[in-house]
């Protein structure tokens, strides 16, 4: 592990030793980005999901997409996905891996972790992804990999590959008959509990994830467009929870971080300011990159280690270029990393000590043939999903959020809910 042993201006430069020198004069460094929400086995199929519903997410994705992935598939994602945030600043994450549906996609998706070098929390997926009819994959057999063999293997992978400590318990979160015990009854002894969307919880139930000392992550573009309501990171910040953003489904947005702390804090200014004009802007913008960092680091439990520029801490480091029309001059530097970057404007990434982007290009990566690959790996989920019947699965997941999903997760929306789904449904049949 590489840590950061010296900080402040004028330091004594060691001599001898294998040294590394990076220019930074009239550059901004920042921590490395810590991205509270994932799923990198999207990479595959990024652009489909622009114009979907929650609804489309659940029938397409998580009943069809996930069934047809294969090992390699997985492994192939997993690594240009992840090499696709640390090109974007991004040296921590929290992985929701839904695609493991064998002891192989688990130990591919590990692997192209690794191979890319990036930290964070791996999240197996416990989901039983359905095997689909007439549709074969090579390598999977998803009624033999059952739920029982499922916590066998992730208590395999977190013994013998990456042994972490954390709960995540995903899903929109709105109103919960439990109310706010929620998060005391799911809370694990030993682990960390993170709530992701959350847009309706109730204040009592923010009280119960604050004292758990659980976190919360927003994805401000999937909750936005999908009609999970505003983001609620800032009302739970403001409750004392943990709170951090997350990029979340790259289906229908790119792997920009810092267009993620914009967007969160644009919208959270829409909700305050509806009241009446504002005479000053409560929300400033330390607040999101805040999140964007430390926040991340605490809701995972890893603010020991990532999360900010301390002495005693990994040395991941990002460091922002501002020398050309699109971003002279800087008079605030945390506004011009929020409000004015991009992936262009991002010289070097340094993950643990190792530099993986200099000169504005990822270090090592071979990224023709990767190219190609991405584009050779997408006709295989992508065109085994397209031509499956989508009508039998509208129909299941209709019935099946009627009848157990729906009073936990949209409460009050059920009916409107289910009967888009029908709709839906009916235009399909058509």
Known sequence: MCISVAIGP???????GDLTVIDADNDIVVPGFVNGHHHLWQQLIRGVATDWSLFDYLVKIRSLYVSVYTAEDVELAYYTGAMD??????????????????????????????????????????????????????????????????????????????????????????????????????????SISVFSHGASLTDSELNSIRSASAGLVGTPNTELQMGMGFPAVFGAADKGCKACLGL???????????????????????????????????????????MGTLGG???????????????????????????DISTVPVYDPTAKVVFHASSSNIDTVIVNGRTVKKDGCLVGVDWPSYERGNNSARSGPAD?????????????????????M?????????????????????????
């Open 248 to 290: 979340d489904i790259t289906l229908n947005q790119g792997s920009n971080f810092m267009a993620q702390m914009r967007l969160a804090l644009q919208a959270q200014r829409a909700v305050d300011n509806q009241a009446a004009f504002p005479l000053a802007i409560k929300r400033k913008t330390t607040e999101v990159l805040r």
């Open 10 to 16: 004028n330091l004594d430069v060691p001599s001898g």
């Open 384 to 404: 085994q999903a397209r031509a499956f019947s989508l009508t039998y699965l509208y129909h299941l997941c209709a019935v099946y959020l009627h009848s157990c």
């Open 406 to 430: 729906m009073p936990v997760l949209f409460c009050s929306r059920q009916i409107p809910f289910i009967s888009q789904a029908m709709i839906r449904l009916a235009a399909e049949q058509a």
């Open 85 to 190: 945030l640390l090109s974007n600043g991004v040296t921590c994450m929290l992985e929701h891996s839904h695609t493991i549906n064998s002891a192989e996609h688990a130990d591919a998706a590990i692997r192209g972790l690794k191979r890319a070098g990036i930290w964070g929390c791996f999240c197996y997926g416990f989901y039983e992804n359905p095997p689909i009819d007439g549709c074969h994959v090579p390598g999977v057999d998803l009624e033999k990999f059952d739920h029982t063999q499922r916590v066998c293997d992730a208590r395999r992978v977190r013994t013998t590959m990456i042994p972490l400590k954390i709960s995540p318990l995903s899903g929109s979160h709105r109103r919960s008959p439990r109310g706010g015990t929620a998060s005391r009854e799911q809370r694990h002894p030993g």
């Open 297 to 323: 680091a605490e809701v995972m439990g890893l603010e020991h280690l990532v999360g900010s520029v301390v002495v005693g801490k990994r040395a991941d480091l990002v460091v922002f270029r501002y020398d």
